[in-house]
Every structure is written in structure tokens, then in C-alpha cells.
């Protein structure tokens, strides 16, 4: 069968009347932290996890897209009306987005946001749909150390391409790597550092660590900058609606972010801020307009937006056929996938077409509804920005000791979910990124044993780990990565990728 | 302006103690590696050989966050507030200390108050009924509805039977 009749399937299987409600809750939940400050999508995933556990797998993993998705569509209101980015990918658009709304054209700011993250959603979705086959069939021929070899260049993007420092980046990420340790060794049996705890022996859950450091880590950061940080929310004048102006600008731009977001987004080369960040450069490049950028151009806030949507439909592809997540979303939502025993790869391409081709096929539906619920329904979602930080962050506290409760119920796990949150205070604090701990606490294993396979294969011999051309190609790509970046830094081009690397979703 | 501008103090004691953690992390995981014993197989990786590595890493990532700390002092930070730190984390702690006696819903309650007053609401008559309500709607959903299973206690015994 080709893609387009496994496509029809899917689409079958996404409009089944529970699956519909799975969407509908995911990208509803995905707005709404979106708009909140404070949480992301990663962080959302993480305290859905547990809850989900009695549920339809399909229909979780199809909730977690939903959130995903439903994260890059919320995160543009707040950057626009508040100024301040509701998740990190969001952070360009509130350059130009909140400038419109300040001279009183927020109503086209909100709209070209919300319509370019559907046409870039759309797009990239279509493209994931038809481009997946193709890796899954690239994948087969990957060994162990053409794996490992990902996995490194994984760990390079996600920790050391960008960011204010690379040595910071890869202290998180060894951070992530060491904890990953933890537990039963998954070839051996022996126990690592779990100095006896039995309660250790099954290793750091992931929903803790995710849940500690971005819902704690985050509270305590908040609330030690004292009182008086709350911006003060825009009202939108006029209606929620372009002009025939504001649409000829934005289309080009719109496309222009999809073709960047979407392929930033598949290769293991970081998330959805990349992508929004080149957009901007870009648009501002390429402008008619060059005197408005800065003071509210709309294709500023156009193709980021586009940007980012795309890029969190591109973060899937390797996620679905190499099983390789790129963001701490995605690490999540891998998290996820185990939790109901499936492996992502390309063997879950054969063994479950059903539930891979219905989550595709059920991102054309979300991004659907999503449409709606922030055209039409926009003036609702504003509300959200309204509740009390207080009463705010206690919500998220409580719901994030529920996520960790229902994972494993010791006070073994919730000793740890307030160290990884002390943790993760001083790690913001001191200017250390999260996601490349989430990652390397999830990727670390993975990559161990795909390490000690190719090397058993080869009985023991390293060079096996450059000898084939394409596990070369990676290792040499993650040394480029490593390397070029601290160059631009020494010689003092480091603030845009600074700028560039606020990941956290 | 000093040469390395108008940012931070000479030498960054902050880095040197986050190198100090990290030394100290790492050597944790070369001690706890070469106390496995050396199952390496047909590889010659074994399963004491990864955590050394990564071990030597953090060793290595530690001396140069000193070295950066002592060329680079990082900028000066803002100050922080310790009283709503102490109220979260407090909170925290208390939550875990008590709420395998206590319940969730009291637990909950605990936590939401103190993170509530952190952010600065100190109404206490205001807050600890909202966390209560928050509390008693969460169990009544996850719990009840979803079948998790939350720790209870005496409030969860009289409202829910269980």
C-alpha cells in the first residue's frame, strides 16, 4: 500500500468519536498551557503521562500530539498580548507580535499567527505523512553504530550548537547522562548507583525529573525574583481579522517559515526556537517594509509563528521512524510511546501502521481545531491570562505532585521530585539549560546500548564506529556542531546563538 | 571598567563551587563503575565502563566551569528572594514529609497554601479553603474516576471510603 491509502486509513481511524475527543482534549489542554507562562509542552506531557496509564494507547499518543501542537498555536497569544513568550519557541514572535498589539493592531498580529501556524501545520503534517516511509526505509539499514552515531549528534544539538556556552550545555547534559545511570543495567543486571535503595533499582523516572525541573525548578525561580514581575495583558482592538494587505504579506512568509521550520525540526539539530529564529532573519532580510521591522512588521510575526508549527510537526519525523527525540517534548513523549510498551522506529511502521498512520492522520484534524479555538475563540483563551500568580502556580504545584504520584506513590519519588527541583532552580539560576538534562537522561541508556552492541559486534574493536560511511558522516556532522559553535563564540559572534538557544519545550 | 567589563566579581565563587559538584558527581561515578565487577564480554565495554566515562567527563567538565569561573566571571546576578523560596520549598517538604499520613487532600492543601503565599497571597482564609476544594476536586477525579492510586487519610476515609 502507498502513503496516500495508509493515509486514508488513518484518517479513518481519527475520526472515530473517541479519538476526536482525545484531540479535542489534547489540543485544548495544548492551548491552554501554551498561554499560560510558566508551562510548556513538555511540561504538560510529563503530568499526563501517569494519568494516562488505563488509557487507549492510540488515543493518549494522539492527546500528546494534540498538546504538542496546541503548545506552538497558545505560546503566539501570550507572546503578543503579554510580551512575555507562553513557551520558548514563542520568544521571536513577541519581538513584532507585541509591538502590533501596543499600536492597537493586535486583532491581525493574533490572526496571521494563528492561520500561519495552521497552514505551516498542515504543510508540515502532509510532509511528515510522505516523507516518514522514506526514512523508516533509510533507517532499516542503520546498525548500532550508525545509531550511536545519531545519538551523539543528538546530544551535541541539543546541548552544545547553541546556547550562551557550550561548556554549560554539556554539563547539563552529562548531568542528564550520569543520573541516566542509575538503576539496573539493561544487559548486564548489575545495579548502578543505587547505593542499595531499592526504590532506585528501576532507575530515574523520567515524568519526575521533567516535572521537577520544569514545573518546581520553575515555580522556585518565579517566586525568588520577588514580587512585581507580572506584566500587564493587552486588550485586542478591532476584530480578530487581516486585511487584504496584511494577507498578501503574510502568505509568502508563512511558507517561507514552513520551509524552514519543517526540515530544521526533522534533522537532530534542535528545536522549534531555531526554526522561529531563522524565520525572523529571514522575513527580515526579504522585507518591503525594512523600516517597520522592529515597531510591529506582520510578516515578523507570520513566519516565526509558521516556523515553529512546522518544526514540531518535522520534530516527529525522527521520533516516529528512528525513535530519536530531538526536544524535551519529544523525550517526553518517547517516554510516552514505552509507557504502553511500543518503541518508535521503523519496525513500529510495520507492527502498529494502525496507531502511527492514526496519529498522522489525526495531526490534520487537531490542527483543524485548532484553527477554531483561536480564531473564533480567542477573546476566551485571554481569560487564562488573567488568574493570580498565586493561584497559578499552586494549581501547578499540586498537579505536578499528582504527575509524580501516579508514576510511583514512595517518598523515595517525591524526595527526589523536591531535590531535582532545588536542582533545577540553581541550574536556572546559574544559567544551565533543562532540556539537554531531560534528553540525556532519556537518550543515555539508549545510546549505551547501542554502543556496547556495535562494539560486541565488532568483539571489541573501536575503529567499527567510523567504518561505516554513514555512522562517519553523523560523527563528523557532531563534531562540526561541537566545534564551529565555539569558534563563532571566541570570536565574539556568540550572542546570536545566545538569542537562539533558549530551549526548553 | 575592568577588562572583562562592567560583569561579575573576581574569581566567580559560584563556579567554583558548581566545579566542586561536578568533580565530586563524577568521582561518585568512577568510584561506583570500578566497583561493578568486569563483566565486559565480547564487547570490552562491561557495565562499570560507561558510568566511568561519563565519570571522567564530569571531572573534566568541572575543571574547565573552575578555569571559565576564574577567565570569565559569570555577570552578577539578580538578587534573590530567600522568604518565598523558603515558603515553596518548605511547602515542599512538608508535603512530603506528611501526606502518606495526611492524605493527598491535605497534603495538596499544605502545598498549594505555602506556594500560594510564596507568590505573595497571605490570606490564609482565602487559600487554604481554595487548596482544600483543589484537593478534594483532584481525588475526586483521579482517584475516584481515573482509578489512581493516591495516597489517603482521614479525609479521604470519611468523604470517600477508602
Known sequence: ?505 | MTPNGASGRRPDGAAFIIALGLVALGALLVWDGGRIPDKAGYSGVGPGDVPKLIGYALVLLGIGTAIEGWRNPGPKRAKQHPVPLLWLLGGMVVMVASIHTIGFVLGSTILFTCAAAAFGERRFHVAIPSGLGLGLFIYAVFDVLLQLNLPGGPIEMAIFGR
Open chain 1, 1 to 505: 500500500m502507498d502513503t496516500f491509502s495508509f493515509l486514508m486509513q488513518g484518517l479513518a481511524t481519527a475520526f472515530e468519536p473517541m479519538m476526536l475527543l482525545y484531540a479535542l482534549i489534547g489540543v485544548t489542554l495544548g492551548t491552554a498551557v501554551g498561554v499560560l507562562p510558566g508551562i510548556g509542552p513538555a511540561l504538560t506531557v510529563a503530568l499526563l503521562l501517569p494519568v494516562t496509564y488505563g488509557l487507549d494507547a492510540a488515543g493518549s499518543l494522539i492527546m500528546f500530539a494534540g498538546i504538542y501542537y496546541g503548545g506552538m498555536y497558545g505560546g503566539s497569544t501570550t507572546s503578543i498580548l503579554l510580551n512575555t513568550p507562553g513557551e520558548s519557541a514563542s520568544v521571536i514572535t513577541a519581538l513584532e507580535g507585541n509591538k502590533m498589539a501596543r499600536s492597537g493592531r493586535g486583532g491581525p498580529a493574533l490572526a496571521t499567527a494563528a492561520i500561519g501556524s495552521f497552514v505551516a501545520g498542515l504543510i508540515a503534517t502532509l510532509l511528515l505523512a510522505f516523507l516518514a516511509p522514506h526514512v523508516v526505509k533509510l533507517a532499516l539499514v542503520f546498525g548500532p553504530r550508525e545509531y550511536f552515531a545519531l545519538m551523539v549528534l543528538a546530544f551535541v544539538t541539543v546541548s552544545a550548537a547553541f546556547g550562551e556556552s557550550a561548556l554549560k550545555g554539556l554539563v547539563s547534559l552529562f548531568i542528564g547522562l550520569a543520573l541516566a545511570m542509575v538503576g539496573i543495567d539493561q544487559l548486564t543486571g548489575q545495579t548502578r548507583l543505587s547505593f542499595g535503595v531499592p526504590q532506585l533499582l528501576d532507575g530515574i523516572e523520567v515524568t519526575t525529573l521533567a516535572v521537577a525541573m520544569f514545573a518546581l525548578g520553575e515555580a522556585l525561580f518565579v517566586a525568588a525574583q520577588g514580587p512585581g514581575n507580572e506584566g500587564a495583558v493587552l486588550a485586542i482592538k478591532g476584530r480578530v481579522k487581516m486585511t487584504a494587505q496584511d494577507w498578501s504579506r503574510s502568505w509568502k512568509a508563512w511558507l517561507r517559515g514552513t520551509g524552514i521550520g519543517f526540515p530544521i525540526g526533522s534533522m537532530p539539530a534542535g528545536g522549534a526556537d531555531i526554526a522561529s529564529f531563522l524565520s525572523y532573519a529571514t522575513e527580515r532580510n526579504l522585507t518591503k517594509h525594512p523600516e517597520e521591522f522592529g515597531k510591529g512588521a506582520i510578516e515578523g510575526v507570520a513566519g516565526p509563528e509558521a516556523a515553529n508549527n512546522a518544526a514540531a510537526a518535522g520534530t516527529l519525523v525522527p521520533l516516529l521512524t528512528l525513535g530519536l527525540p530531538t526536544t524535551a517534548t519529544a523525550a517526553i513523549m518517547l517516554a510516552g510511546f514505552q509507557q504502553f510498551g511500543l518503541q518508535p522506529g521503523p519496525l513500529l511502521f510495520v507492527t502498529a501502521p494502525d496507531l502511527v498512520w492514526g496519529l498522522i492522520a489525526s495531526l490534520l484534524v487537531a490542527n483543524v481545531m485548532l484553527l477554531v479555538l483561536n480564531l473564533p475563540l480567542i477573546r476566551f483563551w485571554i481569560l487564562l491570562l488573567k488568574i493570580p500568580q498565586p493561584w497559578l502556580y499552586g494549581g501547578i504545584l499540586v498537579f505536578a505532585t499528582l504527575g509524580t504520584l501516579g508514576v510511583n506513590p514512595s517518598p523515595v519519588e517525591l524526595t527526589m521530585l523536591v531535590l531535582f527541583g532545588t536542582l533545577g532552580y540553581l541550574m536556572r539560576l546559574y544559567g544551565y539549560p533543562i532540556a539537554p538534562v531531560v534528553v540525556g537522561l532519556i537518550l543515555g541508556p539508549m545510546a549505551e546500548q547501542q554502543l556496547r552492541r556495535a562494539l560486541s559486534i565488532s568483539q571489541g574493536d573501536p575503529m567499527t564506529l567510523v567504518q561505516s560511511p554513514i555512522a562517519a558522516v553523523l560523527l563528523a556532522l557532531a563534531a562540526v556542531a561541537l566545534i564551529l559553535p565555539m569558534i563563532l563564540r571566541a570570536r565574539g559572534r556568540g550572542d546570536v546563538l545566545a538569542q537562539v538557544g533558549q530551549a526548553e519545550d
